[in-house]
């Protein structure tokens, strides 16, 4: 697989997903949102916090990869068993390879921890939206050079040394949860978490994801004047 085409793929599924996202999300009331539907135990809003849990592991850490001084350059991006066995794993659940992995308790969303907890619906998904960006970010810088491509970073579960580019095989819940939700009926009811207050997770910093070697990042548009 060459470069250009992995992370062509990679960004086309994010489009797809951010597409779904807002066909789905945009327009449903705050009620609507908070809603858990009959079988479910997350509501729509959950869902997207989970994502966000689990970005807020890899992202900070991503953006870092992307910041370092070597950086060369290649055309060819080869996967490893393990890498590409990751890739399926967290494919949507009616893909061939897929694996149902249980959230682990911190990256359940915060009702699922303490019931007292209360979530902003339109904080949830600012963070959700501006992580998107870093992510497509990402996607253009790190899977071009094999420096950041092998540089360690902390898997979400268990928390062990993984390659950066491994870590964006496994950190694909945007498109498990698209495929999840698809289908979903999150008809309006009660709002079952009360009112939610203002509070978020400390947002991480988007600045400095394009410092990279300036033939690297001329070659993805980042210097552009």
């Not at 470069?3 to 009620?31: D, N, P, S, V, W």
């Not at 870093?134 to 950041?148: D, G, H, N, V, Y």
């Not at 203002?198 to 548009?221: D, F, N, V, Y």
Request: overall charge positive.
């Amino acid at each position: 697989m060459t470069t250009a085409q992995y992370i062509e793929g990679r960004l086309g599924e994010l489009a797809q997903h951010k597409q779904h996202f807002e066909r789905l999300f945009y327009f449903l009331e705050e009620e609507e949102l908070f809603f858990i539907p009959e079988g479910e135990q997350w509501s729509a809003i959950e869902c997207i916090e989970h994502i966000n849990n689990v970005n807020e592991v890899y992202l900070g850490q991503l953006t870092k990869v992307c910041q370092l001084d070597q950086a060369s350059q290649t055309q060819d991006l080869p996967l490893s068993w393990f890498q590409r066995k990751a890739y399926q794993w967290m494919s949507p659940l009616n893909k061939p390879g897929a694996m149902k992995v249980p959230a682990p308790k911190a990256l359940q969303p915060r009702r699922m921890r303490d019931e007292k907890l209360k979530i902003s619906a339109q904080k949830v998904m600012e963070n959700f939206i501006s992580d998107l960006g870093q992510i497509e970010r990402i996607l253009r810088i790190i899977p071009e050079s094999p420096e950041l491509r092998k540089t360690k970073v902390i898997s979400a579960l268990p928390p062990v040394r993984i390659k950066a580019l491994t870590a964006l095989q496994l950190n694909r819940s945007t498109h498990r949860t698209s495929s999840r939700t698809s289908g979903t009926n999150f008809k309006r009811g009660p709002i079952t978490q009360g009112v939610p207050t203002t509070q978020s997770r400390p947002h991480i910093s988007h600045e400095g994801c394009i410092k990279k070697t300036p033939s690297l990042c001329e070659a993805r548009g980042f210097f552009s004047g």
